[in-house]
């Protein structure tokens, strides 16, 4: 992870070698971050963080799977130990936009695996990175939700992923409160719906999607916290 810019301030995203955490990662890049790109294949991480910065002085790729206790631990071990210091965590890795599915007849083993990625894969690298975060002077943290989690939109469908992001949102409103004297802001923040592997064709351009992302990773000292937003403005729970 050498390279220039040793006091840049340090960004790690998740789930981040395509879609909505790729251009968050090139959105950051550009603003003077360094970046260290999360992706499950290694592989395809240090193919997305070559097409990003081919001199490798912004963008690295590192194995994470935030499903697995290991990977994580494993990626804040290098974290700390080539960078020292992280200021901004993107939680963005997702899975399992379960349109087939109904609550009422749902399969709780999707369930349970949505819950480990969407929910408890951000608890873990939240966790993990927290000593680096509260170090930092300007942390922040980002959870990349969807308003299919919001209890005031809710009617039914996709209980998978929609349970999943619910829940991430009360994390987010937990965490702010916890980590407020300590500076770390920490919000959420829907994209919308954004052409992507996931989302599919008809959503809006992935770099307005991410904006809102970038939006909250950089907000200046005082901003909000706790909050729930779509292109910088609030969201019902």
């Known amino acids: 992870m050498a390279g220039e810019g040793a006091d840049l301030p340090v960004a790690v995203v998740t789930g981040a070698n395509r879609g909505i955490g790729y251009e ?3 959105q950051l890049a550009d603003r003077r971050h360094r970046v260290v ?6 592989d395809k991480g240090r193919a997305a963080a070559a097409r990003l910065d081919p001199g490798g002085e912004r963008v690295t790729a590192v194995r994470l799977d935030v499903a697995d206790a290991e990977s994580v631990a494993a990626m804040a071990d290098r974290v700390t130990r080539e960078l020292g210091r992280v200021d901004v965590v993107v939680n963005n890795a997702a899975i399992l936009y ?3 599915a109904q609550a009422r007849s749902a399969d709780l083993a999707e369930v349970q695996q949505a819950l480990d990625t969407n929910l408890f894969g951000a608890w873990r ?3 993990a990175l927290l000593p680096l975060l509260r170090r930092s002077s300007h942390g922040r943290v980002v959870m990349v939700s969807s308003e299919g989690g919001s209890l005031h939109a809710m009617s039914g ?6 349970v999943s992001k619910a829940a991430l949102n009360a994390l987010t409103r937990l965490l702010a409160g916890e980590l407020g004297r300590d500076g ?3 919000n959420a923040v829907c994209p919308g719906w954004v052409a992507t592997d996931m989302g599919g064709r008809g959503g809006r351009p992935v770099a307005e999607g991410a904006a809102g992302v970038v939006w909250a990773a950089t907000l200046p ?3 909000p916290t706790g909050g729930f937003f779509r292109d910088g403005e609030p969201l019902a729970w």
């Open 24 to 26: 968050v990662v090139r």
């Open 37 to 42: 790109l999360g992706s499950r294949d290694l």
């Open 98 to 100: 379960d349109t087939w």
């Open 125 to 127: 690298v939240t966790q």
């Open 157 to 162: 469908g996709t209980p998978a992923y929609s």
């Open 184 to 186: 770390v802001l920490v």
């Open 221 to 223: 000292d005082g901003g």
